[in-house]
């Protein structure tokens, strides 16, 4: 297939259609049907491209892994500091107020709901935390905290899922504009 053709534009509708509604509606509460219904094409067409529901969660998170790694290159290439490497995660957070508050963070709310039964799916959704927990430690590792690097990796990741977790939970936009304030904070005074 070539670069733009017909056929890798359907396949990344369907990736596309699939990945909203996984996020909105929760890859169990997702049928095959549904994601037939959105995307608008017959049946036959995305089983063209993806025999089985867990083929096409698969595509997501790969597109996940591939867009996310795309954005950390980005702001890898437009900071040089790495505490303002850090505030721009911070601000992915802030740029995504009305989603987090509605439906929680995408890898997150993921991640835990395949974790409870589809630990198999889950191991693959746990890239999408390991990429981010990767950069972030590097960008700590150049603050000079290379003895606890990972330590605060996580940490960060932790708070910043946690604070998905809880504005989505109280639907608390507030909530999340404070807790972001709280971590850029704490950046800046590292």
């Known amino acids: 297939m ?3 053709s017909k056929g890798e534009k359907t396949r ?3 990736i596309s259609c699939a990945k909203q509604l996984f996020y909105q509606r929760g890859y169990e509460a997702t049928s095959f049907s549904d994601i037939v ?4 094409l017959y049946r036959g067409n995305i089983y063209h491209y993806f025999k089985t529901k867990d083929d096409i969660l698969k595509a997501v998170i790969t597109q996940h892994l591939s ?3 795309a954005l950390l290159s980005q702001w890898d290439s437009q900071h040089a500091d790495p505490k303002s490497s850090l505030l721009a995660f911070v601000s992915m957070i802030t740029g995504r107020q009305r989603e987090l508050v509605e439906y929680g963070c995408p ?4 991640n835990t709901e395949l974790g409870k039964d589809r630990r198999d799916l889950q191991l693959a959704a746990r890239e999408l935390f390991e ?3 990767d950069w972030l430690r590097a960008r700590f590792t150049e603050l ?3 003895a606890d690097a990972d330590e605060l990796a996580l940490h ?3 708070r910043a899922q946690g604070i998905a977790v809880i504005a989505h939970v109280y639907q608390d936009t507030a909530l999340l504009q404070r807790e972001i304030q709280q971590l850029d904070n704490w950046i800046s005074q590292l």
């Open 67 to 69: 867009d996310f790694s």
């Open 156 to 158: 960060l990741l932790g």
């Open 2 to 4: 070539s670069l733009g």
């Open 37 to 40: 219904d959105a995307t608008g």
């Open 107 to 110: 890898i997150g709310t993921l």
């Open 12 to 14: 990344a509708d369907i």
């Open 131 to 133: 990429l981010f927990r």
């Open 144 to 146: 000079g905290r290379v």
